[in-house]
């Protein structure tokens, strides 16, 4: 009598599936239910719809702008090295340029917009020149707006919303100067900003670390909350790793997208007659944490703060304003409003 042939047991190509190994083949595990699919299904989604990061600099002509963005992405990424011209001439008043990029790695896409701002900081009189910057970020945040409150509105809206603003400190090895307090303080308000001292090689390393301290302290003297802020660390561990950043800001950074041959490796640099400073190597300069804060380890968190914190103010500052003019337009007493409100 011949024997008869059960069909293999059918194994679940999850991780941590319905079933277990063991020694006499796969057995039935009743205790899985599954919730942790859900990573994998958020992972194939976010990665079919890619990744938007909105990037600005700011800072006056020559301090190596556009190179450290190419250094970033390590690509030509930004709008100089695109739109090459002629020697460009500096513009009389503050002009907002953007210029957008899809990059893919490793299958994940992302598009990159880097926001240049010719002219800030280059006239005589520079007073109020960050109004233009200041008005163009909260553009973004109108339209923004208008395409979320629409009645049809679209099952992804564009988010041209302003994620980062990299503030560019001249290597003076002093103090900050009006200019950079002004603008420091009244953007910190609506943008996340991350202050760098511009071509610190050319600092001596005591130089630099006081010119670190000495703006610490006037950030704070002046109540400028710059990015990672303080008072959105969710927890212990959050607060933990911020801190350690918070004390080695501003990052003094070094860009350059040439590639030199240093003891037999490739790498990014800048050849002086004494030697060549590596860009990536943290003993040089602190580019490679700036780098990882912007795209390696803090990317998602300032998309998040934009979107929960700097937007959602100027939401409900603007929906307020709606509520306040339609009110007056039907004679409604501002008490009544205010009372409705609360």
Request: charged fraction near 30%.
């Amino acid at each position: 009598m011949s024997e008869a042939v059960l069909p293999d047991a059918v194994v679940s190509p999850a991780v941590g599936g319905l079933y277990g190994e063991k020694a006499g083949g796969p057995v039935l595990d009743f205790s899985y239910v599954g919730i942790d699919a859900i990573l994998e299904q958020m992972r194939r989604k976010a990665m079919k719809q890619g990744f938007e990061l909105n990037i600005m600099v700011v800072g006056q002509s020559g301090l190596g702008k556009s190179t450290l963005m190419n250094t970033l992405f390590k690509s030509k990424v930004s709008r100089k090295s695109v739109l090459a011209t002629a020697q460009e001439k500096i513009p009389k008043t503050v002009e907002i340029k953007s210029i957008s990029h899809d990059i893919e790695e490793k299958g994940v896409r992302m598009k990159l917009t880097v926001i240049d701002t010719p002219g800030f900081g280059d006239q005589i009189n520079n007073e109020n020149c960050w109004q233009p910057i200041m008005k163009f970020i909260n553009d973004q945040y109108e339209a923004y707006l208008q395409e979320e409150i629409n009645i049809n509105r679209k099952k992804r809206i564009p988010d041209s919303r302003v994620h980062c603003c990299i503030y560019f400190i001249p290597p003076t090895g002093h103090c900050l100067r009006p200019l950079d307090v002004e603008f420091m303080r009244r953007l910190s308000k609506v943008v996340n900003i991350v202050p760098v001292i511009a071509k610190a090689d050319t600092l001596t390393l005591e130089e630099r670390d006081f010119f670190k301290k000495k703006i610490r302290e006037e950030l704070r003297a002046n109540g400028i909350d710059v990015y990672p802020q303080k008072e959105f660390d969710e927890d212990a561990e959050d607060r933990m790793i911020n801190e350690k950043i918070r004390e080695m800001i501003p990052f003094a950074v070094v860009g350059s997208d040439q590639e030199y041959q240093v003891n037999g490796r490739r790498l990014l640099g800048r050849k002086t007659k004494w030697g060549t400073i590596e860009v990536e190597n943290i003993a040089h300069c602190e580019f490679a944490y700036l780098r990882d804060l912007l795209i390696r380890t803090h990317m998602q968190n300032i998309k998040d703060i934009t979107s929960s914190i700097h937007y959602e103010m100027y939401r409900v500052r603007r929906l307020n304003e709606n509520n306040t003019m339609v009110a007056h337009a039907n004679g409604i007493p501002e008490h009544h409003l205010a009372a409705h409100e609360m």
